[in-house]
């Protein structure tokens, strides 16, 4: 069955999570919405809908005029496999210590790695991006110079690659939290495929905004692979509830961004660890002094 994507691009948050609002009273209308903001420095937003039969071209225009967006790009999309797709294209990935692979993949793990599972069907945050092979990377770099973290937390966690890869090092529990329940449902089915049930907890929340993330703070390492945005919003909470000589693990960030991030968290008392580049994105590695 052939199915249709349409999506324009806006300069403010709020008037793209309102034009996704009106996209949804169409007729027909979405299977599902979304609003992105674009991570190319720009600073505007994208706003894209899913239909399962042609959307009406003359609604669409009409919406992108009212609410001030560039035209609506409609794209048809032909009946695909996507798991197997997905399959085919990812092939294992090895950063540092770690190993992340298919189950279609398994036969491949090397001797000395720490493998970590992630299948196609939940394939967003498997480590081919540079920001999760970077983290990955910048934890191994953390533990092969003898640091050792005992409290750990991954904010906006994803598939919890970041969080189980900790897992995997030290004994005890990480805390996984992300903002959004579909995200958090991916994180928990990893970890049990992971067998860190117990070791790995899943949360929804918004920052730190949870109780149990509250009552185990301070941390002494914690993730955030986000975006540029809400790494600078989110600095002076990381502030707040990473302990002294603590680390923070930051990505998501495009390379041109890296300064503006490295100011934000330096007004928070934090240090640069280290910095490098994969691609076009920079991790950073940055100790509460």
């Known amino acids: 069955m052939t199915t249709f994507t349409a999506f324009t691009t806006l300069a403010d948050r709020e008037a793209a999570e309102a034009l ?15 609003v992105f903001e674009i991570e190319d420095g720009s600073g505007r937003y994208e706003v894209s809908g899913y239909f399962l039969e042609a959307p009406d071209d003359v609604a669409l225009d009409l919406l992108a005029i009212s609410h001030g967006a560039q035209p609506f790009v409609v794209s048809e999309i032909p009946e695909t496999d996507w798991v197997a797709h997905v399959r085919r294209e990812l092939a294992p990935v090895r950063a540092g210590r770690f190993f992340l692979y298919g189950s279609h993949d398994e036969d491949k793990i090397p001797a000395d790695a720490i493998a970590l599972r992630i299948d196609a069907a939940m394939a967003f945050g498997t480590g081919h991006h540079g920001t999760t092979s970077g983290c990955l990377t910048a934890l191994d770099d953390l533990a092969n110079e003898g640091h050792t973290f005992h409290n750990v937390a991954d904010i906006g966690c994803g598939t919890a690659v970041l969080a189980m890869a900790a897992a995997k090092l030290w004994p005890e529990p990480v805390l996984a939290s992300d903002i959004d329940p579909v995200a958090v449902e991916t994180a928990a089915a990893n970890v049990a495929v992971n067998d860190l049930e117990g070791r790995v907890i899943c949360i929804e929340a918004a920052g730190f905004g949870d109780p149990r993330l509250k009552e185990a703070a301070p941390f002494d390492l914690i993730f955030a692979n986000i975006l540029k945005g809400p790494l600078v919003a989110l600095a002076p909470e990381m502030g707040r509830n990473c302990a002294e000589s603590g680390f923070v693990i930051l990505s998501g960030i495009l390379n041109e961004q890296a300064d503006e991030v490295v ?27």
């Open 20 to 34: 996704s609002e009106r996209l949804e009273e169409l007729d027909p209308g979405p299977y599902g919405t979304g």
């Open 263 to 289: 100011a934000a968290y330096q007004a928070q008392g934090f240090v640069s660890h280290s910095r490098k580049e994969f691609g076009e994105w920079t991790t950073l590695a940055m100790q509460r002094a």
